[in-house]
């Protein structure tokens, strides 16, 4: 288990950056684009406004491909859409490629027909049995959910689909998500979480007891050739006494 605590939301966000756009380098250096999948909510919104005010010049930002881990079924200008939320803080900000911006469709009439469009669009991308993102990014909800997969889900329990859709107790309550075994295909999966209100959900999520998936999806992560990093601030680490002070960074 690889955890990076900070000791400011600040510190967090600079340190993670600074991890991503070593990544994209290391990547770009053997291939000639990057995945990512980018995590939407609130937590992602400084590091991306940071990513793009810090490394506007200094990311091939054409080079990389951008997908979405979930997304709520709202239409992409609504102020819930995390595309738009990551389109405000950072695509609209740096030179992008716009033909690699792979948003979920949320124009389609029903969340199946949509997650099954999705899904089409990862398979032609990707071309294998499951997606291999170079890097995932995620974060945390307080009842350790990841992505849009929720403790109690059918979805925790899908083995074949890359993305279903999904219901969400906060609304907006349609989401869509990718499966557990997607998210699994990834090289890097990184964990962005932040605040004293996730310091439960973080010491379930690390927890050495053996807590369920259905109870905490986020314990579902586990690639099985890739590297999780859990990037966290203290107030999120406060609860988990064993990780506190063997991790500083
Ligand atoms: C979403 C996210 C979701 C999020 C967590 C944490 O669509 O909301 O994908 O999984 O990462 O709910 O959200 P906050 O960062 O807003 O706490």
Request: glycine fraction near 4%; charge should be negative; proline fraction near 7%.
């Amino acid at each position: 288990m690889n955890i990076r605590i900070s000791n400011s939301i600040d510190d967090l966000i600079a340190a993670l950056a600074e991890a991503i756009s070593a990544d994209i380098a290391n990547t770009l250096k053997r291939n000639e684009c990057f995945n990512i999948a980018l995590a939407g909510g609130e937590t992602p919104r400084s590091l991306y406004q940071h990513l793009a005010e810090s490394y506007r010049d200094s990311i091939p930002w054409g080079k990389i491909n951008f997908f979405w881990s979930d997304e709520r079924w709202v239409p992409h200008d609504q102020p819930e859409s995390n595309y738009r939320m990551a389109k405000e803080t950072l695509l609209d900000h740096v030179q992008i490629d716009s033909g690699r911006v792979f948003p979920v469709p949320t124009e389609i009439d029903d969340p199946t027909s949509a997650a099954r469009a999705y899904e089409i669009q990862l398979k032609t991308h990707f071309n294998s049995e499951w997606p291999h993102f170079d890097l995932m990014l995620l974060g945390l909800g307080r009842d350790c959910h990841v992505a849009s997969l929720f403790p109690g889900s059918d979805a925790l329990r899908e083995s074949k689909r890359w993305v279903v859709p999904s219901i969400s107790k906060i609304p907006p309550v349609q989401r869509l998500t990718l499966t557990l075994p997607a998210i699994n295909g990834s090289a890097k999966i990184y964990f962005l979480v932040a605040g004293i209100e996730k310091a439960v959900a973080i010491s379930s999520a690390l927890s050495s007891k053996p807590i369920p998936v259905e109870d905490c999806p986020a314990r579902g992560v586990n690639p099985s050739n890739g590297e999780v990093v859990w990037w966290i601030d203290n107030m999120a680490a406060a609860l988990a006494i064993s990780i506190r002070d063997s991790s500083k960074s």
